[in-house]
């Protein structure tokens, strides 16, 4: 099926460890996102790819890492994982609209990561 | 540095009557303007947005309204149902990759 989507749902590590988010899109948009969702304070980008193989910081970009080799996934790697990393995680995707103006972002169903 | 805010983190309604649901931004430079819908244990779902060169957009029961001297944004669903109860996002951009959420209202309809 076209859309977005997200592995694991659910996944629960423990501090210093490496955990991996995967993210899978089939609209071959070009942008791609990742964000975490914290109580209070929405949803927060972390890092952003515009294309395969150009990534760039967003808005809390400290202990994670992404890469974008395909078009269609965008994998977000927690090196070492603390408990302030505990929330849920969305990708989403957008294409451009004339011009590279905004378009919508979609999203997929979230990855829930508790760091004990 | 919250720069769109929703300061109302919950709204009860009737079923069948409006539900306003406001959001508030800082920032003068965001251009396009959006509201996601988001049920539980699913990610946020795009409803309606609204450009800064436009006051007002409708999409069947849902319209924006976007009033830029006073920075405020507002969503109306007339009438209101039971299924629109979920968590509502609004969101501001001015680039297509700074886009920028608020903390969400919570929407319950009553039947």
């Known amino acids: 099926d076209a859309g977005i989507t997200q592995s694991p749902r659910y996944k629960i590590t423990e501090t210093g460890r490496q955990v991996t988010l995967m993210c899978h899109q089939t609209?071959?948009?070009?942008?791609m996102f990742w964000y975490r969702q914290d109580l209070g304070h929405g949803l927060r980008l972390i890092y952003y790819?515009?294309?395969?193989?150009?990534?760039d910081k967003g808005e809390v970009p400290d202990g994670y890492v992404v890469s974008r080799s395909k078009t269609e996934n965008f994998p977000l790697t927690l090196e070492s994982a603390t408990r302030s990393q505990t929330s849920v995680y969305f990708c989403?995707?957008?294409?451009?609209?004339?011009?590279?103006?905004?378009?919508?972002?979609?999203f997929g169903d979230g990855t829930r990561l508790s760091i004990l | 540095d919250q720069q769109v805010k929703q300061n109302s983190p919950s709204l009860s309604v009737q079923e069948g009557r409006i539900s306003i649901l406001n959001c508030d931004y800082t920032n003068s430079m965001f251009d396009y303007f959006l509201w996601y819908k988001k049920y539980p244990a699913e990610g946020p779902t795009f409803l309606i947005s609204i450009s800064s060169i436009k006051d007002k957009n409708e999409d069947g029961r849902f319209t924006v309204f976007l009033n830029k001297s006073a920075k405020h944004l507002s969503l109306h669903i007339v009438p209101s149902q039971p299924g629109d109860s979920a968590v509502y996002f609004c969101?501001?951009?001015?680039?297509?990759?700074?886009?920028?959420f608020g903390a969400g209202t919570r929407l319950t309809v009553k039947p």
């Open positions: 969101a501001a951009s001015q680039a297509i990759n700074d886009m920028r």
């Open positions: 790819s515009a294309a395969a193989d150009i990534t």
């Open positions: 989403a995707s957008s294409g451009t609209g004339p011009n590279y103006s905004n378009q919508p972002q979609h």
């Open positions: 609209w071959s948009h070009s942008y």
